[in-house]
């Protein structure tokens, strides 16, 4: 029997995001900044239709997805940042909050918020999934943002029957 799919397209054209970006490893988070902001580029989101927002650490990241996500001005919000592994337990309560804190932001507002942080053992593991071996989280999470919002867009002009390319989902959700 055939099944009905719904899946969302790799087009940032009409659509606004916002990166929130830890500036702690900057080293590498910049080149998930960098990877995102690529990503966005080559599916046509507008140079205008994208803010970068910095804050000083990993942990930071989820209130401000929060607040930025309930602003309702984006689309889609993605989050970078990187957690390397360290001698005491840190990393396991940074980045077990931060995952939680990115998942609630999505779950109380409905806007798609996006996990891009590498949370990684050595600093050559994050190294590698900025960019190096393994790919780019950031670049990865771009493209998760992107499909998100049109997965969302399908879903709701099907839902409210109102829907126009070209204006967000949170402009939707605003009217």
Known sequence: MPTVTHQGRLNAEGFRFAIIA???????????VE?????????????????????????????LALKVAESRKFDAVICVGTVIRGQTPHFEYIAGEVTKGIAQAGMQT?????????????????????????????????????????????????????????RGVAETRRK
């Open 110 to 166: 409905g806007v798609p918020v996006i996990y891009g942080i590498v949370t990684a053992d050595t600093l050559e593991q994050a190294i590698d999934r900025a960019g190096a071996k393994q790919g780019n989280k950031g670049f990865e999470a771009a493209m998760t943002a992107v499909e998100l919002v049109n997965l969302y867009q399908e879903v709701f002009k099907k839902d409210e029957g109102k829907r126009t390319r070209g």
């Open 22 to 32: 830890s500036r702690w490893n900057d080293f590498i988070t910049g080149r998930l």
């Open 35 to 63: 990877g995102a902001l690529d990503g966005l580029d080559r599916l046509g989101a507008a140079e205008d239709d994208v803010e970068l927002y910095k804050v000083p650490g990993s942990f930071e990241i989820p209130l």
